[in-house]
């Protein structure tokens, strides 16, 4: 006998707490389902950054391994397949929704093969949302390749935020063509995320500003060091400063490469900030070079506070930044291009109103945060039958 499908959902989230996009997406899809009504679990090593554990209907659980010292290697993927088994003996859950293919995916479909030995039949679907380094990076990895693969065909229904990575999850995984993949964009509130702060009358698309802003977990493929050569080449041309949002291991390096050009007095790093939204809407444009990104989360939270966006053409970075119209993209390297398209931007003050115009219109109409939960929501139930 399955569990009861009623129209209030039980629903395990299963993510990352780091200040990453896909704890971010999670976070957002876990506080938006408990919101609704949806009894919400959330599982993870710690609290994410962006989501209220003390809200109604949402409950945390922290999964701590156990520390055993003859085992040098963590155990977080069987403490999160344990915590699972334990919450859901008391509290069964409809369905897991497993943001990041492992070990999420891989935990909560173990977790079920176990609830399955002992209450056959009434075990929850699995739904997984692939978020790009779990297939660009560690997913294709030899290593994690079969493993990855296995979890993903195993999912009842798996979703990307851009077409790109769906394409790129059947070529790089051998998925089978007519195994469905469904495609549902990461979201952005536009009423936090705003050109103007909340309960004041607008002021901020009047106020020139010559700020480049990045946010970033400063990881290489992000190639910080071109968010420098870019602002530097800008810097040359004219009057300009530099916001550096995020930490992360290239941290270092870029700190040393700023004051090697000198530009240690005109380049900010603000760490990881919780008043996103407060410093986005400062900055006259975002900066995103990266080598490559699923979709660029972080690009859609400064289109939505207003800023055009100057980046890569790589990824699904095209589905989420109109090239000339909400920002400029260019090959990934280029540095040169990228500095000339914010060069111009700052200079031509109502080219960069209108591209901010834009690019909030943008996030506004095709990246609402309802629209998407609907669609997860649907998929839920799609897979519940
Ligand atoms: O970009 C990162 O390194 C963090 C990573 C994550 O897993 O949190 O971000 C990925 O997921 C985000 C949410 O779906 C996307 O917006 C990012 O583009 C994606 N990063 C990459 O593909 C590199």
Redesign the pocket.
């Known amino acids: 006998m399955s569990a009861p499908r009623s129209e209030t959902l039980r629903v395990g989230v299963v993510c990352?707490s780091?200040f990453?996009?896909?704890?971010?997406?999670a976070a957002e899809i876990a506080t938006s389902l408990a919101g609704r009504g949806h009894a919400v679990h959330v599982f993870s090593d710690d609290v994410p950054g962006r989501l209220d554990p003390t809200r109604p209907n949402l409950t945390f659980h922290p999964v701590v391994p156990r520390a055993y010292p003859p085992l040098t290697h963590t155990l977080y993927p069987l403490a999160l397949t344990s915590k699972i088994v334990e919450v859901s003996r008391r509290q069964p859950l409809d369905l897991i929704h497993a943001?990041?293919a492992l070990p999420h995916a891989t935990s909560a479909y173990l977790a079920r093969a176990l609830l399955a030995t002992e209450t056959p039949g009434a075990l929850p679907k699995l739904v997984t949302?692939l978020?790009?380094?779990?297939i660009?990076?560690v997913g294709s990895d030899p290593s994690f390749l079969p493993l990855t693969r296995f979890s993903i065909l195993a999912s009842d229904a798996v979703t990307t935020?851009s077409a790109w990575?769906a394409a790129a999850t059947h070529e790089k995984l051998d998925v089978p063509p007519d195994f469905a993949i469904d495609v549902v964009p990461?979201f952005v509130d536009t009423v936090r995320f705003s050109p103007d702060p909340p309960q004041t009358t607008p002021t901020a698309t009047s106020t020139p500003t010559s700020t480049l802003v990045h946010v970033?977990?400063f990881?290489p493929?992000?190639r910080v060091d071109d968010v420098v050569r870019i602002f530097a080449r800008v810097r040359a041309a004219g009057p300009a400063r530099l916001r550096l949002i995020g930490d992360g291991p290239e941290r270092p390096r870029i700190e040393a490469q700023i004051a090697a050009l000198g530009l240690t007095s005109e380049v900010e790093f603000l760490g990881e900030r919780i008043d996103l939204p407060a410093v986005l809407r400062d900055g006259a444009l975002f900066l995103l070079p990266?080598?490559?990104?699923?979709?660029?989360?972080?690009a859609?939270e400064a289109m939505a506070c207003g800023l055009p966006v100057v980046a890569s053409a790589v990824?699904?970075l095209p589905e989420v930044v109109v090239d000339g119209e909400t920002g400029y993209l260019r090959p990934v390297g280029d540095v040169e291009a990228m500095a000339v398209c914010a060069r111009r931007l700052l200079d031509d003050q109502p080219l960069r109103r209108r591209m901010g115009a834009a690019a909030r219109g943008r996030a506004q109409t095709q990246f609402r945060v309802e629209p998407a939960v609907e669609r997860y929501v649907e998929i839920y139930r799609r897979v519940l039958g």
């Open positions: 990352f780091t990453g996009g896909s704890g971010v997406v943001h990041y949302t978020h790009g380094t779990d660009t990076l935020p990575l990461n970033s977990n990881r493929l992000k990266s080598e490559t990104e699923s979709f660029g989360l972080a859609l990824g699904g």
